[in-house]
């Protein structure tokens, strides 16, 4: 095997004890700012902005950088139209009795049911998909590692992202949501693994009145 290469980290950046204070107060500010929102303004968004933001999610740390993650944007209003009926659908019946007593009691304060106008509504979505596995170019199968948290990271850096850009996002998981494949089209070796709604808030919207628990009881220091 050629032997592996390095090359000089070059582009990291060292700031005083000061500076990084004052960056991580404001770059925690900024994400206390972001909101899951469901109601979106009908706008376009630029595409070049979620070509950028799809490219900073692609930085993410991944398992053996096997990068196992495709995304989808979807703006033609067909395709959403399809993707919010087979939600609808799926989502009905979650709503009418796969959730289930508990998980409809802690879904009660964000108001959320089977009805998805959002996906149609919104200017954009971004199906993410993980490639539970890679295809050589012989067609046999190449192992991918650590998937799921690969792409969670992905999408956690892409909603990030979005934010910082001045762009809504919904995180919407309907489930099973295997139609997303069918509908995009999608090879066998992907999984659908969420939808990303995103735009812009609709005029006067309103979010659940909910909180986020402290620093205390989400962290130990030893
Ligand atoms: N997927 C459903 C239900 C849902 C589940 C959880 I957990 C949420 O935090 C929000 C919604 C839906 O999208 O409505």
């Not at 087979?86 to 009905?92: G, H, L, S």
């Not at 192992?143 to 690969?150: F, G, I, L, N």
């Not at 979010?207 to 962290?219: D, F, G, H, R, S």
Request: include cysteine; proline fraction near 8%; charged fraction near 25%.
């Amino acid at each position: 095997m050629k032997e592996p290469e390095f090359i000089p980290l070059g582009q990291y950046l060292r700031y005083s004890v000061e500076d990084m204070k004052e960056r991580a107060v404001a770059f925690r500010k900024e994400l206390q700012r972001r909101r899951t929102v469901r109601q979106y303004s009908p706008e376009s968004v630029p595409l070049d902005v979620i070509r950028e933001c799809i490219i900073a999610a692609g930085t993410a740390p991944n398992g053996a950088n096997l990068q196992p993650w495709h995304f989808v944007v979807v703006t033609d209003p067909d395709v959403k139209k399809k993707i919010r009926i087979a939600a609808e659908k799926e989502e009905t019946e979650f709503y009418e009795s796969r959730a289930g007593e508990e998980w409809l009691n802690d879904l009660y304060p964000l108001g959320t049911d089977q009805n998805k106008p959002f996906l149609e509504e919104a200017p954009c979505l971004i199906a993410i998909f993980s490639k539970s596995y890679g295809v050589n170019t012989d067609g046999s199968k190449k192992k991918h590692y650590y998937v799921k948290e690969s792409v969670g990271i992905a999408a956690g850096m892409l909603i990030t992202a979005l934010h910082h850009a001045g762009l809504a996002t919904l995180t919407h998981t309907p489930s099973p949501m295997g139609f997303l494949g069918n509908i995009l089209g999608r090879p066998a070796n992907e999984r659908p693994f969420l939808l990303l709604v995103t735009g812009y808030p609709s005029e006067d919207v309103h979010v659940p009145k909910i909180t986020k628990k402290p620093l205390n009881e989400i962290a130990t220091f030893l």
